[in-house]
């Protein structure tokens, strides 16, 4: 696994990318998620939470893109030992110890 953008730069959410980030995620997008959880829960019609889901979609767009911007090399090395391994983190301890100096959580 190369880099972890696309041709013009913007971050791929692979699952080892969003495995590496989860962290970031559960901190970032928790208020997201909690809304779409609530309105899930609330409300058994799917069609009633798309806009919910949509938002959990774009902060973690968003968030990918600070990420991407800021530790991309950090994030590379993270999600590509995370790609190699399964997406198994003890297997990857250095790289997530490297990731998360370069970009602490929000």
Same mark, same amino acid.
């Given at each position: 696994m190369g880099s972890t953008g696309d041709a013009v730069?913007? !971050?791929? !959410?692979?699952? *080892?990318v969003l495995m590496a980030a989860a962290k970031?995620?559960?901190t970032r997008c928790r208020n997201e998620n909690l809304a779409l959880l609530k309105?899930?829960?609330?409300? !058994?019609? !799917?069609?009633?939470?798309?806009?919910k889901g949509r938002q959990v979609t774009q902060c973690v767009l968003h968030?990918?893109?600070d990420l991407h911007q800021n530790c991309s090399k950090e994030l590379?090395?993270?999600a590509g030992c995370m790609y190699y391994h399964t997406n198994e983190f003890e297997f990857c301890r250095k790289e997530q110890k490297e990731f998360e100096? *370069?970009?602490p959580f929000p």
């Open positions: 730069g913007e !971050p791929v !959410p692979t699952s *080892a970031h995620i559960g309105c899930k829960k609330d409300d !058994p019609n !799917p069609e009633k939470c798309l806009d968030l990918l893109r590379d090395s993270y100096k *370069a970009c």
